[in-house]
C-alpha cells in the first residue's frame, strides 16, 4: 500500500498500490469491491472528489489520471 483514502460518505476505502492498480473496499465488512488497473507504475497519491464520484491518481510512470467512480 502506498497511499490510501476514504470516500465523503465513509463507506468505502480506495488504496494505491505498487503495482499501478487501486483496490476499492467496502469499510464495514473490508470486501474488496473492485480493482482498477489505472497506471503502469506504481500509484503514488490518490484523491476522491467531495461528491465521491470522481478518484483522482497520480502514478511513478509520470501521469495524473482522473476517473468516474
Known amino acids: ?38 497506471h503502469r507504475r506504481a500509484v503514488d497519491a490518490l484523491s476522491v472528489s467531495p461528491d465521491g464520484v470522481w478518484l483522482a491518481t497520480i502514478s511513478a510512470d509520470g501521469t495524473t489520471r482522473l476517473w468516474t467512480l
Open 1 to 38: 500500500m502506498r497511499a490510501a483514502t476514504i470516500s465523503p460518505d465513509g463507506r468505502w476505502l480506495a488504496i494505491a498500490r505498487g503495482t499501478g492498480t487501486v483496490s476499492l473496499h467496502t469499510i464495514d465488512t473490508s470486501t474488496e469491491i473492485q480493482t482498477l488497473t489505472v
